[in-house]
C-alpha cells in the first residue's frame, strides 16, 4: 500500500457522505488526497485508489486524466497553472503566462531545474472579474497578476520552500 492510514483515514470521511452502494461518488476527493499526500498519481497509486473505492482502475484514471487538477507525473513543489481562456487572455493572462516562463526559464508543462516551480495552462476558473489569475497548488487563487505582484508571489513561495527545507 502506497497511500498512508491518514490518507486512508481522510478517503473514509468522504466515503462515508455517500451511500453505501455508492462509493465510487468519492473518488475525486480520493484522488485529491492520495495527490496531497505522493504529489501525483503514478498508476499503482490509482490502482489503490480504484481498489479502495471498489471500482476499476479504468475509471479512476479516467477520472484522473479529465481533470487537470491531477498531476499524472511529478510536478515541482508549486504547481502555477495560469488561466489563459479568453476572459484572462483579453485582460492580461497571456502576457502573465510569459513573464512566468521567463522569470522562471521555463515552458507549460515543465519544471525548473531545482524541482521548486512548475508551470501549466489552465481553462476557466471561474475568476474573470480578478484576471489575471493563477492556482497555486489546485488550493490558492491568485488574482490580478502584474508583473509586481508575480514578483512577489515567487519570492513569498521560494522562502516557504527554503523554510520548510530547513524545518
Same mark, same amino acid.
Given at each position: 500500500?502506497?497511500?498512508?492510514?491518514?490518507?486512508?483515514?481522510? &478517503?473514509? @470521511?468522504? !466515503?462515508?457522505?455517500? +451511500?453505501?452502494?455508492?462509493?465510487?461518488?468519492?473518488?475525486?476527493?480520493?484522488?485529491? &488526497?492520495?495527490?496531497?499526500? !505522493?504529489?501525483?498519481?503514478? +498508476?499503482?497509486?490509482?490502482?489503490?485508489? %480504484?481498489?479502495?473505492?471498489?471500482?476499476? /482502475?479504468? /475509471?479512476?484514471?479516467?477520472?484522473?486524466?479529465?481533470?487537470?487538477?491531477?498531476?499524472?507525473?511529478? !510536478?515541482?513543489?508549486?504547481?502555477?497553472?495560469?488561466?489563459?481562456?479568453? +476572459?484572462?487572455?483579453?485582460?492580461?493572462?497571456?502576457? /502573465?503566462?510569459?513573464?512566468?516562463?521567463?522569470?522562471?526559464? &521555463?515552458?507549460? @508543462?515543465?519544471?525548473? %531545474?531545482?524541482? $521548486?516551480?512548475?508551470?501549466?495552462?489552465?481553462?476557466?476558473?471561474? /475568476?474573470?472579474?480578478?484576471? +489575471?489569475?493563477?492556482?497555486?497548488?489546485?488550493?490558492?487563487?491568485?488574482?490580478?497578476?502584474?508583473?509586481?505582484? &508575480?514578483?512577489? $508571489? #515567487?519570492?513569498? #513561495?521560494? !522562502?516557504?520552500?527554503?523554510?520548510?527545507?530547513?524545518?
Amino acid at each position: 500500500m502506497m497511500l498512508s492510514e491518514q490518507s486512508l483515514q481522510k &478517503i473514509g @470521511r468522504e !466515503v462515508a457522505k455517500f +451511500p453505501a452502494d455508492q462509493k465510487q461518488s468519492a473518488v475525486m476527493a480520493a484522488l485529491a &488526497i492520495a495527490q496531497d499526500q !505522493v504529489g501525483w498519481l503514478p +498508476p499503482e497509486v490509482m490502482a489503490e485508489v %480504484a481498489v479502495v473505492l471498489g471500482m476499476p /482502475a479504468v /475509471a479512476v484514471e479516467e477520472v484522473a486524466t479529465f481533470y487537470n487538477m491531477y498531476n499524472l507525473k511529478p !510536478v515541482g513543489k508549486f504547481k502555477l497553472t495560469v488561466c489563459t481562456n479568453l +476572459p484572462c487572455a483579453l485582460s492580461g493572462g497571456e502576457g /502573465a503566462a510569459q513573464y512566468l516562463k521567463k522569470k522562471l526559464g &521555463i515552458g507549460y @508543462r515543465e519544471t525548473t %531545474a531545482d524541482g $521548486l516551480f512548475t508551470l501549466m495552462e489552465g481553462e476557466c476558473m471561474g /475568476a474573470c472579474g480578478d484576471a +489575471p489569475v493563477a492556482l497555486v497548488n489546485n488550493k490558492r487563487m491568485c488574482s490580478h497578476l502584474s508583473n509586481e505582484r &508575480i514578483d512577489a $508571489l #515567487l519570492a513569498e #513561495l521560494s !522562502v516557504a520552500a527554503s523554510g520548510a527545507a530547513k524545518g
